[in-house]
T-cell receptor
Framework: AQRVTQPEKLLSVFKGAPVELKCNYS??????LFWYVQYSRQRLQLLLR??SRESIKGFTADLNKGETSFHLKKPFAQEEDSAMYYC???????????FGEGTQLTVNP | NAGVTQTPKFRVLKTGQSMTLLCAQD?????MYWYRQDPGMGLRLIHY???????AKGEVPDGYNVSRLKKQNFLLGLESAAPSQTSVYFC????????????FGDGTRLSIL
């Protein structure tokens, strides 16, 4: 069965510092990977997906199949980036998502 | 476009009571999902549906039932609420096809006393 691990439950950085939220997965096939963000007491929103190779709000994530990782990065964190971040995986053409436990990011002024 | 709408937003129940959470989407999505969100455990899938009239169990289905009588609605029922079911419940929907993201509702905060 597939599994997603986010090793850091809490991550705290200062404004302007680089930030990296780690995501590791286990799945033998070709996964579809996503990052979702949840701002305080709001609904989860899609941040980005690996297939699009996009940069949203300054965040990027690269799929590393060799290390089975999909880490989320931003070179200069902003206070408004403070939120809960979830990494999620779907099997190839699968209908279900498996979520990691989430990382609470706090960006301090 | 309202997207995914969940009702109610908050509810307090006593142990043993029953209730139904409603999820409605206006995006003509085939797939719909119910999750529960608990601190330190991320989102766990309760039940899901890949089309009208179909449902399937997720990771944590015990104590819950679902129905998808209409494509746009997905109901989650608690027949006999237990304190362990105190949680925030999220509904989501998505299109079929490769790499389609899930769209979430605002959530329902449910407390069982």
């Amino acid at each position: 069965a597939q599994r997603v691990t986010q090793p850091e439950k809490l991550l705290s950085v200062f404004k302007g510092a680089p930030v990296e939220l780690k995501c590791n997965y286990s799945y033998s096939g070709s996964p579809e990977l996503f990052w979702y963000v949840q701002y305080s007491r709001q609904r989860l929103q899609l941040l980005l997906r690996h297939i699009s190779r996009e940069s949203i709000k300054g965040f990027t994530a690269d799929l590393n199949k060799g290390e089975t990782s999909f880490h989320l990065k931003k070179p200069f964190a902003q206070e408004e980036d403070s939120a809960m971040y979830y990494c999620a995986l779907a099997k190839t053409s699968g209908s279900r998502l498996t979520f990691g436990e989430g990382t609470q990011l706090t960006v301090n002024p | 476009n309202a997207g995914v709408t969940q009702t109610p937003k908050f509810r307090v129940l006593k142990t043993g009571q029953s209730m139904t959470l409603l999820c409605a989407q206006d995006m003509n999505h085939e797939y719909m999902y119910w999750y529960r969100q608990d601190p330190g455990m991320g989102l766990r899938l309760i039940h899901y549906s890949v089309g009208e009239g179909t449902t399937a169990k997720g990771e944590v289905p015990d104590g819950y039932n679902v129905s998808r009588l209409k494509k746009q609605n997905f109901l989650l029922g608690l027949e006999s609420a237990a304190p362990s079911q105190t949680s925030v419940y999220f509904c989501a929907s998505r299109l079929t096809g490769f790499n389609q993201p899930q769209h979430f509702g605002d959530g329902t905060r449910l407390s069982i006393l």
